[in-house]
């Protein structure tokens, strides 16, 4: 990694770390851009309902992981999350498309959380790497919705 100013006050730790989410960020950005053209894999689908279940797919993950971790407190609160993530996907199937972007973008939001608070055990590179694949995912279809592309 280049010394520059960013990084020259860092201690040989954080450098690691920083250097260890590389790998995660990149894949996620790929896997972003891969999701935003999934609809094209499931043409007979509404690109809307792709959409919908994918979020719902993401969302149900941190289920397996808060199983894996095995504590109930972590279990309900991640069974809760994932279905307030499931109720938005089911509105957006009819609903305005930007509710995919506000679901994709919420849960970014919560793999961010949960990257800093560690609150679900041994899940280390996950949350850096989802968060990056639900903003990218968002960030195209919001290009994609502002330039009137329909979803429904």
């Known amino acids: 990694m280049p010394r520059n100013a960013d990084t020259s ?10 250097r260890s989410l590389r790998a995660p960020i990149v894949w996620g950005a790929v896997v972003g851009v891969i999701q ?8 007979w689908l ?10 719902s797919l993401i969302a149900a ?11 109930a407190k972590v279990i309900a609160v991640e069974c809760g999350v994932a ?4 109720i938005i996907a089911a509105a957006a199937i009819t609903g305005p498309a930007w509710l995919i972007v506000i679901g994709l973008t919420g849960h970014g939001l919560k793999d961010l959380w949960q990257h800093r608070t560690h609150f ?10 989802c968060a990056v694949v639900d903003w990218v995912a ?10 009137g592309v ?3």
């Open 83 to 86: 279905l307030v993530f499931v």
């Open 61 to 71: 993950v941190y289920i397996g992981f808060s199983v894996a971790d095995g504590r």
């Open 9 to 18: 006050r860092l201690t040989g730790a954080s450098r690691t770390r920083l």
């Open 120 to 129: 679900v055990a041994n899940t280390r590179w996950w949350p850096p790497f």
């Open 138 to 147: 968002a960030a195209i279809l919001t290009i994609a919705i502002t330039a």
């Open 46 to 55: 509404n690109p809307a309902t792709v959409y919908a279940l994918e979020l």
């Open 36 to 43: 935003a053209a999934s609809p094209i894999g499931f043409w």
């Open 150 to 152: 329909h979803l429904n």
